[in-house]
C-alpha cells in the first residue's frame, strides 16, 4: 500500500480509521515529517494511538467518527474543518454494524449510496475529501466492482476519478477473514478526472503474499504483470451488476442472490396432498380437492387463507430442470398457519418467510447425480429446496441456466464431494461476472428451454449451447483463477474439464 502511496515529508496524510496505527507506522517509516491526521471511532483504540505518538507534534489523533470529518481549501480558525489531504491511506472496516438511525442520516447526506456498508461509504467521503490531484490507496473487499448496491459508488470512483491500478486477492490471506469466496483489492485512485482514453491496472493472478510483496519491492515487480482496461469500460453496464468484459471477474451465488432453505410443516403426512396418484414418492398421502385449491391470481396472504379454497402449491424435493409441475399442495388455512406458526416446542419451520410467494429459482437440497433447477414462481417451497432469490432480475435466467449444466455439478462437487446440495454450499459455487452482451445470448437461450420444458423437455440441442455458453465464459475467467479459488480436489475430477466430455 506504502508503495502505491507515493507519499513524501510535504504531504498531509489522513488515516480516516486509525485502528493500532500500523498503516501510520508506514508512512511514517517513509516520510517522517508528513502532517498525519488520524481517525478513530473508538475511544480507546484513540487513547491508545495518542499515547503512541504522543512524541509526535505532526501526528494528530482525533477520537471521531471519519465520515463526519469535514474537509477545505480554506482552513479558518472559525471552522473546525481541516485542510484537505494530499494522500488517504486505510483499511477500513466492513460490514460494521451501523445504529438505524445512523444509518437514516447517513442516507440522507449520501442519496443513493449503499451506507449498510462501512468501506464503501467511507471510501466514498474520502474520495469527496481527497485534495485535488491527491492520492487514496484503500485495501478492502473487491464488491463494489459488481454488486448492484454499489453503483451509486461505482459512478463516481470510475466516472470523476483516476483509477490507477486495482490489485486483486483472496481474502484468505488475511487469515480469520471470513470472506467465502469474495476477494480483496487494493485500489489506487488519483484524483483527477478521467479522459475517454485512461486505463486501470488489474492485477489479479496474485496467488501468495510473497507474491504480492514482490510488487510492492519495485517496478520490476510490477512488470508484465496483469493488464490494463480502459477505466471508462468499468461504466459499462453500471446499473446492471455487470462487469466489464475481458476483467474476469468472478464472484459466487452468494454474493448474486439470496439463498434459502425454505418451510417444513412438521407432519407432512397430515398438512399436505399430491396432485394425484402418479406423484413419485407420495404414497400415503390424500389426494388435493380441486374446489380447495386456492386461485394463482392472488398471493396466500402470509397468516393463511380464511375461505375454503386454503390448498396452496408447494414446491419440493426431486429433480427437475428449468420448470417444476405442481405435484404438492399444503394446507395454507389461517388454522393452520397458526399451528406452523405456534409458539414453544414445534417440529414445523416457518423460516425464511419473508421469501415465501416471490419469484426466485429453487434446487431440490438432495440430487442423486445432478444439480437442476427450477423456477419457483410465486410458490412456497419447503425444506427439501434451497430458494435462491437474485438481488438483481437481470441474473435470474442466468443463474437458473448455470444451475442446470454439469458444469455447475461439477463445481458444486468439487465445493462438497457428497450428493448434498445445502444451501451453504450453493452459496459458493463461483460465477463469472457476466456482460450485458452476454446475459442477452443466455436469456434467450434459456428462455427456450422454458418453453421447451413446458411443452414436454428440453431438447438435446437447446442444452448444448447452454452447457457450451458456461463453458465459454469459465473459460474467460482462466482454469487458474477458478482451481485457486476451489477447494482441493479430494478425488481426481478437474473442474475445467469439459462437462460433456
Ligand atoms: C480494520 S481497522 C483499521 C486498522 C488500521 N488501519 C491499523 O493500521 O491498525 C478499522 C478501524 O476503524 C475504526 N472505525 C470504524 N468505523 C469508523 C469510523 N466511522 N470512523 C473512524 N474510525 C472507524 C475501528 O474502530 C477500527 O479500529
Redesign the pocket.
Known amino acids: 500500500m506504502m508503495s502505491r502511496l507515493a507519499v513524501n515529508d510535504m504531504d498531509i496524510v489522513w488515516?480516516?480509521?486509525?485502528?493500532?496505527?500500523?498503516?501510520?507506522d508506514a508512512v511514517l517509516e517513509c516520510a517522517p515529517r508528513a502532517e498525519i491526521h488520524a481517525?478513530?471511532?473508538?475511544s480507546d483504540?484513540a487513547a491508545q494511538l495518542r499515547l503512541k505518538y504522543g512524541n509526535r507534534a505532526n501526528v494528530a489523533v482525533h477520537h471521531?467518527?471519519?465520515?463526519d470529518v469535514e474537509m477545505t481549501h480554506q482552513p479558518s480558525l472559525f471552522t473546525l474543518n481541516r485542510p484537505r489531504p494530499t494522500r488517504i491511506i486505510?483499511?477500513?472496516?466492513y460490514g460494521?454494524w451501523q445504529a438505524p438511525e445512523r444509518r437514516a442520516v447517513l442516507k440522507r447526506r449520501f442519496p443513493g449510496l449503499y451506507v449498510r456498508e462501512?468501506y464503501s461509504t467511507?471510501l466514498h467521503h474520502c474520495l469527496t475529501c481527497l485534495s485535488p490531484e491527491g492520492r487514496l490507496v484503500f485495501l478492502i473487499p473487491d464488491t463494489f466492482l459488481w454488486l448492484h448496491r454499489h453503483e451509486v459508488l461505482r459512478r463516481r470512483l470510475f466516472g470523476e476519478f483516476l483509477v490507477l491500478e486495482i490489485i486483486r486477492f483472496s481474502s484468505k490471506f488475511f487469515p480469520g477473514v471470513a470472506f467465502g469466496y469474495s476477494g480483496m483489492c487494493i485500489i489506487t485512485v488519483s484524483a483527477q478526472p478521467p479522459t475517454p482514453s485512461s486505463t486501470t491496472r488489474i492485477i489479479d493472478t496474485i496467488t501468495n503474499v510473497a507474491a504480492l510483496e514482490l510488487l510492492s519491492r519495485s517496478e520490476a515487480g510490477t512488470r508484465g504483470v496483469g493488464r490494463t482496461v480502459l477505466q471508462r469500460s468499468f461504466l459499462r453496464g453500471v446499473d446492471q451488476e455487470c462487469a466489464p468484459s475481458g476483467t474476469g471477474i468472478l464472484c459466487t451465488v452468494g454474493d448474486l442472490a439470496e439463498v434459502r432453505t425454505g418451510f417444513y410443516s412438521g407432519n407432512d403426512r397430515k398438512w399436505l396432498r399430491r396432485a394425484n396418484p402418479e406423484v413419485k414418492r407420495s404414497t400415503g398421502y390424500a389426494d388435493v380437492i380441486p374446489e380447495q385449491i386456492a386461485s394463482r391470481e392472488e398471493t396466500p396472504p402470509i397468516r393463511g387463507i380464511a375461505g375454503s379454497r386454503h390448498f396452496i402449491p408447494i414446491v419440493r424435493g426431486g429433480a427437475a430442470s428449468f420448470l417444476k409441475r405442481d405435484e404438492w399442495y399444503l394446507d395454507w388455512s389461517s388454522s393452520a398457519v397458526s399451528e406452523y406458526t405456534r409458539p414453544g416446542k414445534n417440529p414445523a419451520r416457518f423460516q425464511n418467510s419473508a421469501f415465501y410467494f416471490r419469484d426466485g429459482i429453487g434446487v431440490p437440497m438432495v440430487a442423486s447425480s445432478r444439480l437442476t433447477a427450477s423456477l419457483l414462481e410465486g410458490r412456497l417451497f419447503d425444506q427439501g429446496i434451497v430458494g435462491i432469490f437474485p438481488q438483481n432480475e437481470a441474473h435470474s435466467l442466468y443463474l437458473l441456466g448455470l444451475l442446470n449444466t454439469h458444469f455447475a455439478t461439477e463445481l458444486l462437487r468439487r465445493i462438497n464431494g457428497t450428493a448434498n446440495n445445502s444451501a451453504n454450499y450453493i452459496k459458493r459455487i463461483p460465477v463469472p461476472i457476466p456482460t450485458g452482451d452476454e446475459l442477452e445470448q443466455i436469456d434467450a437461450l434459456v428462455l427456450r428451454a422454458i418453453r421447451e420444458a413446458r411443452e414436454g423437455s428440453v431438447a438435446d440441442q437447446t442444452m448444448g449451447a447452454i452447457e457450451d455458453f458456461y463453458q465459454l465464459s469459465y473459460e474467460r475467467i482462466g482454469h487458474e483463477l477458478l482451481e485457486k479459488l476451489l477447494p482441493k480436489t479430494m478425488s481426481n475430477s478437474s473442474a475445467g474439464s469439459s462437462p460433456r466430455g
Open positions: 488515516e480516516p480509521s486509525a485502528g493500532a496505527g500500523h498503516l501510520i481517525s478513530e471511532l473508538r483504540a471521531e467518527d471519519a465520515l486505510a483499511n477500513p472496516p460494521a462501512t467511507i
